[in-house]
């Protein structure tokens, strides 16, 4: 149980990394792409790794179903996620109701080939050095962990509800320090 933990904090933490570094490449006008109010973290990678990682035992000596499954396992986290956040709590992180073949715009083909790809990456070099990196996390920091995502969760769960609105997790933007003025055009650009 632990270890899953880690991994879904590890993981949710290095698609936050994935999607704003996404977002400036590609120029999108929404650069903001964080999941909690406090924490860097997007759970629908968190999710995805988990459910790409469970079988992996038994299906790591075969890159071909591990593409196969990667794609499916983590296409249905995503759809599961976005039907969360539309339905539970009134918002959409995205949308890919402009691409082809897309199903209530939650998910799409482009986008499943990327997790595809993703999920090769994971769990043919990631993975393993990760696993090996968590693992020497002491006990304690456990609680502690999952205290404060209970906390941010709830807190941006309750935000979300109420604004109805992803920009409501970006508090940061309203702060006028010459740091963060800085920080906020370096977004922009």
């Given at each position: 149980?632990?270890?899953?933990?880690?991994?879904?904090?590890?993981?949710?933490?290095?698609?936050?990394?994935?999607?704003?570094?996404?977002?400036?490449?590609v120029r999108a006008p929404k650069r903001d792409r964080?999941?909690?109010?406090l924490l860097p973290l997007c759970p629908v990678y968190g999710l995805g790794a988990l459910l790409i990682l469970a079988p992996m035992p038994q299906l790591r000596p075969y890159p071909l179903f591990v593409a196969i499954w990667s794609a499916l396992?983590?296409?249905?986290?995503?759809?599961?996620?976005?039907?969360?956040?539309e339905k539970a709590l009134g918002?959409?992180?995205?949308?890919?109701?402009?691409?082809?073949?897309?199903?209530r715009g939650r998910i799409c083909p482009?986008?499943?080939?990327?997790?595809c790809l993703l999920g090769l990456l994971t769990v043919y070099?990631?993975?393993?050095?990760?696993a090996a990196a968590l693992e020497g996390l002491p006990p304690w920091l456990l609680p502690v962990a999952a205290a404060i995502l209970a906390a941010d969760g709830a807190v941006t769960v309750r935000l979300l509800?109420?604004?109805?609105?992803?920009d409501a997790l970006c508090w940061y933007r309203n702060i006028s320090l010459p740091v963060l003025t800085n920080f906020k055009s370096n977004l922009k650009n």
């Amino acid at each position: 149980m632990a270890r899953s933990f880690w991994y879904f904090i590890f993981y949710s933490f290095l698609g936050f990394l994935a999607e704003t570094a996404f977002a400036r490449a590609v120029r999108a006008p929404k650069r903001d792409r964080k999941c909690f109010y406090l924490l860097p973290l997007c759970p629908v990678y968190g999710l995805g790794a988990l459910l790409i990682l469970a079988p992996m035992p038994q299906l790591r000596p075969y890159p071909l179903f591990v593409a196969i499954w990667s794609a499916l396992a983590a296409t249905a986290a995503e759809y599961a996620m976005g039907l969360f956040y539309e339905k539970a709590l009134g918002v959409a992180f995205w949308d890919y109701a402009h691409l082809p073949c897309n199903l209530r715009g939650r998910i799409c083909p482009l986008f499943s080939f990327f997790w595809c790809l993703l999920g090769l990456l994971t769990v043919y070099v990631i993975h393993p050095i990760a696993a090996a990196a968590l693992e020497g996390l002491p006990p304690w920091l456990l609680p502690v962990a999952a205290a404060i995502l209970a906390a941010d969760g709830a807190v941006t769960v309750r935000l979300l509800r109420k604004t109805g609105s992803t920009d409501a997790l970006c508090w940061y933007r309203n702060i006028s320090l010459p740091v963060l003025t800085n920080f906020k055009s370096n977004l922009k650009n």
